[in-house]
Structures are given as structure tokens and as C-alpha cells.
């Protein structure tokens, strides 16, 4: 699963992509300038190598995409993420890493 924030759009564009896809978590950034990316959309919160991506957006995001089967995997994934202190209960977020890109995966 991953997350994509396209900077090169206007407000960035959010999407997720392969949400069945439960192994792996990242967010991907797309950004073709050189500029720094400054107005991160409000689901996810940028730290220095990682961001934290709200767990209710990822949700949202993957609603359309998924069946009702999906939340008892996606359970599963945010367990592990648990076990390795990669959830934030307080703000209700998971910390994904981040891949930089020059250009969007797909459209």
C-alpha cells in the first residue's frame, strides 16, 4: 500500500495506491520543482525522514477501492505497526516512510 502526495498539483493530490496490497507501507512524494514542499495535506504530518499519516484518511482513501474483508487486514497491519512503536495512539496516526519521486506512478 501506498500513500502518494503529488506536489506537482494544486492543492497536492492524495491518492492511495494498491490498498490490498497489506506488506508494506510508504508515502510516496512527487514533486518536479526544487522547491521544498510546504503545504503538506492536513491527513499526514511531515518529520524529518518520516511522515504520519492520519489512520481514519487511510481509511477514507481505501473505502472506494476495498471490500469489507479489507479492515481485518488492514487490522493486522496497523498490529505490527504497533509492535514496533510505528503508531501514534494519540493522534490516531501511522508512520510511514518516504520515497521521493520526480513524477507520478499512475494516473
Known amino acids: 500500500m501506498e500513500l502518494e502526495i503529488d506536489f506537482n498539483q494544486t492543492p497536492p493530490r492524495v491518492r492511495l ?3 490490498e496490497e497489506l506488506r508494506s507501507f510508504a508515502v510516496a512524494v512527487v514533486d518536479d520543482s ?3 514542499e510546504t503545504a503538506w495535506p492536513d491527513a499526514v504530518a ?3 525522514e518520516h511522515v504520519w499519516v492520519r489512520i481514519d484518511a487511510i481509511r477514507d482513501l481505501a473505502a472506494p477501492q ?3 474483508e479489507w479492515e481485518q487486514g488492514f487490522e493486522k497491519v496497523l498490529e505490527f505497526a504497533r509492535s514496533r512503536g510505528w503508531v501514534d495512539e ?3 496516526a501511522v508512520r510511514g516512510h518516504v520515497e521521493r519521486r ?3 506512478r499512475r494516473e
Do not use: F
Open 17 to 19: 495506491l494498491d490498498p
Open 34 to 36: 526544487a522547491r521544498n
Open 46 to 48: 511531515r518529520h524529518e
Open 66 to 68: 476495498v471490500g469489507a
Open 90 to 92: 494519540e493522534a490516531g
Open 102 to 104: 520526480s513524477s507520478a
